[in-house]
């Protein structure tokens, strides 16, 4: 057995070499032009390998090299802004190299190892250090400082000396006393999952400016979600409205097996994006691996771990960060076919009977944690699932059902009917209610909770009386019954409808999202008094400031103008019960 053994069959994206010393998870290089590959296997003699590169034209006989190295990413300043594929190789250097299209068994390094960064160093000769602690500092973009750290594996020690200046990746900037070197970059492999001191308690909501994500179904900053949805949704639209406008500081945004016109628009839109914290481009704090659906598909198991890999490096920072994959089913499918190519026994719908283990070890990389150095840091992790014909039974829905704690669903039927985000809140739910309760109630206002418990209420009743609607129509309900359905439908379309490409309407603060819930409700309480009254439904139909309330999500001064419409409101009301 040596470093170097021989292909002895080809499958696919599956390699079968002899003659090869190996442990699992090694990166090897598959036949004369070194293609990239990870041993996922070994019987007797035989490695078994998949292969990150099209494997056409492979023929038994052809060399197998073992690096001897795990799957492991650079990690170090220069990784935001950038464009990788699914194992770390910048695409517009690819592209300098090779043209448009790319070929097989070229190699790229993550980082640029010629680009000099200014490190100012923040610790001196003879201070204490361990494994996460930040040394230094490297301004990587306008929004973004660089915090440069020990490696993580490294014991208690102290630095031996250190020193500012301007430095590549692969410089030394100094020691530590037991000799080990310092640079601004380091390697992780990507299957590893980085050390923390301990995960917190999930009770801070990651605000996302989507009025039905915040106020009805919110997630924790650290949590995880899953939006599964047939084709045309609003799963990639939705994913984007996030990694745009969610207050993370640094967003890792995975094209997981997805068309490669969706990746084309993020590469498109983000440069020309402005974070609204800063005013500085989103590409500024934006790290994306594009790994589209041509190609080749063990390459999207790889564009995974890279992601939550790198979402992990900055979470070590201090930083919180949310990933988006989009999409996991295609990662899935993805190990369905080397699965069948390694003639495993099949689970339900023919995919591995470890399809839910793989799942929850992504998974389970998110969460907020204090660091080895005791700072906070988050990964939030938001997966796209694209079930087939919208079938929410089959396994990958199912199996990331058990594991997140909230639960986007997309609904065709709101989707056609043009109501975006197209999220169904009779199905969707969030776990996270509970434990962010307390931060609404000390951030927002004590009334937040009754608020939501209302509207939902009331989207519920809408529910169970459409049914006589369809069958009676609206106009033989009584009155009351026919209020409920119009306060439901104002919710509807006033508050859960929301336009991402309108320049004010894209993003909604908790604020806002308070006063026009609040209001809207306000209006059916008065309402539902005049009706008492005796005022008739017409009349109360009719009122401006019910017209008013439907423009409140597109003005940008809503504190003023929600005012001036509650005052109105109130008068109107005033009036119709004294006439």
Known sequence: MSQVGEIYRVAGPVVTAVGLQARMYDVAKVGKEGLMGEVIEIADDKTIIQVYEDTSGLRPGEPVENTGMPLSVELGPGLLTSIYDGIQRPLPILKEKMGDFIQRGVMASGLSHEKKWKFTPTVKAGDRVSGGSIIGTVPETKSIVHKVMVPPLVGETTIKDIKAGEFTVDDVIGHLADGTELKLMQKWPVRKARPFKEKLRPDIPLVTGQRILDCLFPIAKGGTAAIPGPFGSGKTVTQQQLAKWSDAEIVVYIGCGERGNEMTEVLTEFPHLTDPKTGNPLMDRTVLIANTSNMPVAAREASVYTGITIAEYYRDMGYGVSLMADSTSRWAEAM???????????????????????????????????????????????????????????????????????????????????????????????????????WYVKNIGSEWISLKAEA????????????????????????????????????????????????????????????????????????????????????????????????????????????????????????????
């Open 456 to 579: 939902m209420e009331l989207l519920q009743k809408e529910s169970e009386l459409q049914e006589i609607v369809q069958l009676v129509g609206s106009d033989a309900l009584p009155e009351d019954q026919q209020l409920t359905l119009e306060i439901a439908r104002m919710i509807r379309e006033y508050f859960l409808q929301q336009n991402a490409y309108h320049e004010v309407d894209t993003y909604c603060s908790l604020k806002k999202q308070f006063m026009m819930m609040k209001e809207i409700l306000t209006f059916g309480r008065l309402a539902s008094k005049a009706l008492a009254a005796g005022v008739p439904m017409p009349k109360i139909l009719a009122l401006k400031s019910k017209n008013d309330l439907a423009k409140a999500k597109f003005e940008a001064d809503f504190e003023k103008y929600l005012a001036g419409v509650d005052e109105q409101m109130k008068a109107e009301f005033k009036a119709l019960e004294a006439a």
């Open 336 to 438: 369905r076919e080397i699965s069948s190519r390694l003639e495993e026994m099949p689970g339900e719908e023919g995919y591995p009977a470890y399809l839910a283990a793989r799942l929850s070890q992504f998974y389970e990389r998110a969460g907020r944690v204090i660091t080895n150095m005791g700072q906070e840091g988050s990964v939030s992790v938001i997966g796209a699932v694209s079930p087939p014909g919208g079938d929410f039974s089959e396994p990958v829905t199912q199996n990331t059902l058990r594991i997140v704690k909230v639960f986007w669903a997309l609904d065709a039927k709101l989707a056609q009917r043009r109501h975006f985000p197209a999220i169904n809140w009779l199905n969707s739910y969030s776990l996270y209610q509970d434990s962010l309760k307390e």
